[in-house]
């Protein structure tokens, strides 16, 4: 079993590093693909030609081996041409404000 499998990082995603961090911690370092399109969360809509950076947001998973799991996710970010503002990418998997990111939970709690 590979290790994206084992945490099973959505499709369209990759893990660029695994740390541990200290003795109790894991943290995973996911990435979209290049070729992933970034959904603008101020409009919905997919813009590829406003690209601006990315930012990386930490969320915590479920444990994995006695160890804590932290999962720093890399966010696109966005000048949305509808309004000119700058927009973080929307990833469906990882919702605002969550610690525990959507479909990660879900596996283990039926």
Request: charged share 35%.
């Given at each position: 079993?590979t290790?994206?499998?084992?945490?099973?990082?959505?499709?369209?995603y990759k893990?660029?590093?695994?740390?541990?961090?200290?003795?109790?911690?894991?943290t995973i370092?996911i990435?979209p693909y290049?070729?992933?399109?970034?959904?603008?969360?101020?409009?919905?809509?997919?813009?590829?030609?406003?690209?601006?950076?990315?930012?990386?947001?930490k969320?915590?998973?479920?444990p994995?081996?006695?160890?804590?799991?932290y999962?720093?996710?890399?966010?696109?970010?966005?000048?949305?041409?509808?309004d000119?503002?700058?927009?973080?990418?929307?990833i469906?998997?990882?919702?605002k404000?969550?610690?525990?990111?959507?479909?990660f939970?879900k596996?283990?709690?039926?």
């Amino acid at each position: 079993m590979t290790i994206r499998k084992f945490f099973r990082v959505p499709q369209g995603y990759k893990i660029t590093r695994v740390e541990e961090t200290v003795e109790d911690e894991i943290t995973i370092n996911i990435e979209p693909y290049k070729r992933q399109k970034g959904i603008c969360s101020g409009c919905r809509q997919i813009h590829q030609d406003t690209y601006r950076g990315t930012r990386i947001i930490k969320a915590r998973d479920l444990p994995a081996c006695g160890k804590k799991v932290y999962l720093n996710v890399t966010k696109r970010r966005y000048l949305c041409p509808k309004d000119g503002k700058l927009y973080i990418e929307e990833i469906d998997w990882l919702k605002k404000k969550e610690d525990i990111p959507e479909g990660f939970l879900k596996r283990y709690i039926a």
